[in-house]
């Protein structure tokens, strides 16, 4: 069983900036897709960027060319750098690893972030 523990959320103004790092209890980046996700209140979660075995990263489109997907294999911990944020970034931010059966097979507890004007 992985485990992901994510941190690094927060309240910042818009056009400010974050990095979000998710732990995990095994080395899984050369093995797993590994994604991070998003909640705003009252929507759907949201796929935001992810990472795929061979380190190839994609992004949605609302956060492409602000947000960066990383990994440090040595602390087992993949990042989400978010520049430039804005009101709409708002929500929990999810780190999630392996996709199974079309989804991701573990998931972590979830970071809050708010974006204000």
């Known amino acids: 069983q992985v485990q992901l523990v994510e941190s690094g959320g927060g309240s910042v103004q818009t056009g400010g900036s974050l990095r979000l790092s998710c732990v995990t209890s095994?080395?899984?980046?050369?093995?797993?897709?590994m994604g991070w996700h998003r909640q705003a209140p009252g929507k759907e979660r949201e796929l935001v960027s992810s990472r795929g075995r061979l380190g190839i990263a994609s992004y949605a489109a609302s956060v492409k060319d602000r947000f960066t997907i990383s990994e440090d294999n040595a602390k087992n911990t993949l990042y989400l750098q978010m520049n430039s944020l804005k009101t709409e970034d708002t929500g929990v931010y999810y780190c999630?690893?392996?996709?199974?059966?079309?989804?991701?097979?573990?998931w972590g507890q979830g970071t809050q972030v708010t974006v204000s004007s």
């Open positions: 999630a690893a392996c996709v199974e059966g079309g989804d991701y097979k573990y």
């Open positions: 095994e080395n899984i980046f050369s093995k797993c897709r």
